[in-house]
């Protein structure tokens, strides 16, 4: 790179953002301070995702262990094929 392009971005991290008008810009942030695309919701609550995802976890732990379980059984049930010889 050349001196000229280390220098220019070492004074200005932003130098890919657009600028505005003043007048423009004034229009934007006007909407932006209406609220119109503001939507409320609740304080998000991790200790509720998490335990979620260990009921989750441990009913697919469950259901895994009981297909396989199932699997044992049916196949100590059923008589193996014997070779006569």
Request: aromatic content about 6%; overall charge neutral.
């Amino acid at each position: 790179m050349t001196e000229s392009m280390h220098a220019s971005k070492s004074e200005d991290p932003d130098n890919n953002e657009r600028r505005l008008y003043p007048e423009d810009q004034a229009k934007v942030d006007t909407f932006l301070k209406s609220g119109v695309n503001s939507v409320e919701r609740k304080p998000f609550r991790p200790i509720i995702m998490i335990l979620l995802l260990i009921v989750v976890v441990t009913g697919f732990s469950l259901l895994s262990q009981g297909i396989a379980l199932w699997a044992l059984k049916s196949r100590v049930a059923t008589p193996a094929h014997q070779e006569t010889h």
